[in-house]
């Protein structure tokens, strides 16, 4: 079975740039999960949906971050405009119900 | 609202030695708890859960877990180390318990001498 599946895996892009993260959750999972790892502040939750609608996004940011779900099938997060702050791994996980959460790879993002 | 406090960053032990990683959590409901393990350059992998019944835990790689309620506890043990367990590690509490997010600690680096 496919696990989650990201891209692209590694990013490079200059500040001010638009960057779109993709991730497509394992087939039959209600719930996905946006989060974002650091050295300094470790693995942060920034949003999850439930059913497609996003649930908690509290951990978004700022207003340069944006997380869509147009389908059970997929999910975009965007970061617009980039700033060298935002260089971070950046980790998509879906999950059934109350059963564990699965993660995908990782998008490595980089903005210099 | 639920917490998660991992004790120690590092942990360091020799091969064939006993695994002990920390955790306590604090939950205002029944927890469902979690430990995922992290290896270099990947995403994170459940390592074993516990929701409801046994106490008990055991997990992959020769992990296992037991959930105490009157400690709010959840240590990770494994009997024996091996270098291909130097990894981090990851605890974490289901805040809600019906598919919401998940609480994380700030992680265990563990380290495998030879």
């Known amino acids: 079975d496919a696990g989650v599946i990201q891209s692209p895996r590694h990013e490079v892009t200059e500040m001010g740039q638009e960057v779109t993260l993709r991730c497509k959750p394992i087939s039959g999972h209600n719930s996905l999960f946006w989060y974002r790892q650091t050295m300094m502040r470790g693995l942060e939750l920034l949003i999850y949906?439930?059913?497609?609608?996003?649930?908690?996004d509290s951990g978004m940011p700022e207003d340069r971050f944006s997380a869509k779900m147009p389908n059970a099938s997929f999910s975009t997060l965007k970061i617009q405009p980039s700033e060298p702050r935002d260089s971070a791994v950046y980790f998509c996980a879906s999950s059934f119900g109350a059963s564990e959460q699965y993660f995908g790879p990782g998008t490595r993002l980089t903005v210099t | 609202a639920q917490s998660v406090t991992q004790l120690g960053s590092h942990v360091s032990v020799s091969e064939g030695a006993l695994v002990l990683l920390r955790c306590n959590y604090s939950s205002s409901v029944p927890p469902y708890l979690f430990w995922y393990v992290q290896y270099p350059n990947q995403g994170l992998q459940l390592l074993l859960k516990y929701t409801t019944g046994a106490t008990l835990v055991k997990g992959i790689n020769g992990f296992e877990a037991e959930f105490k309620k009157s400690e709010t506890s959840f240590h990770l043990t494994k009997p024996s180390a091996h270098m291909s367990d130097a990894a981090e590690y990851f605890c974490a509490v289901s805040e809600n318990n019906q598919g919401g997010k998940l609480i994380f600690g700030q992680g265990t680096e563990l380290s495998v001498k030879p």
């Open positions: 949906f439930n059913n497609n609608v996003p649930i908690d």
